[in-house]
């Protein structure tokens, strides 16, 4: 039994980063982060008013969102119409069919955000009530934040030092190549530039970071009190 503990606790430990960097981006998506955002970055360039910009980066977040598939919930944005021009719709096809990708890619994320918690959680369970296993737990707890500390730092440093490259490295690897680059005139571009995600990039691996430094010591803290506890 211990060896099996042993290698689920290995498992859940390398898998810790990503179960708390995708709890960073589901909880900046269920934010009204543009709200926040747009307060600090340059108004939209070709003319549209704050309250139009908020409210329609609102409407496509709100997609995003939804619990049914991308498919079933694109209606919403092909809906959306230009503040200027109430006769054409907010994103040409381009756009849609990328808005598609992303929602496909951010479901998948929860998906794999609840298998993850799952496990974890009633790993952490299993451990804490026997009592052979409760070191497990804490080393658990312990680790899997070193290793989200580790890994978040190296991601934090690409994102500030080599942004350009961070940013069309991580479209390429969740997008087919050619559908994520639009014109400047785009209205994606113009609810959601650079500078925006350069914001969220920092945003999520700050979060992420902070749980991953949380854990670390909360696994320290209850390690050395497991092991006051036999001496």
Known sequence: MIGTARLIKWILIFAMPFLLGFAAIRGVIAWNYPAWEYGRIPPDQYGWEPADRLRLAEATLDYIRRPESAA?????????????????????EREIGHMLDVKIATDQIQNILWVLAVLTLFSLLFFLTQGELRREAYDLLYRGGLATIIALAGIGAFVVIGWQ???????????????????????????????????????????????????????????????????
């Open 165 to 231: 490259t961070f940013f069309v490295l991580f479209h390429e690897l969740l997008f087919p190549p050619g559908t994520w680059t639009f014109f400047y005139t785009d209205s994606l571009i113009r609810l959601f530039p650079e500078v925006f995600w350069f914001d969220v990039g920092v945003l999520i691996v700050s979060l992420t970071l902070g749980a991953g430094l949380l854990l670390t010591l909360a696994g320290y803290l209850l390690r050395r009190s497991g092991a006051s506890e036999h001496r």
């Open 72 to 92: 079933e919930s694109i209606h919403l944005l092909e809906a959306l119409r230009l503040p200027e021009d109430p006769d054409q719709p907010l994103f040409n």
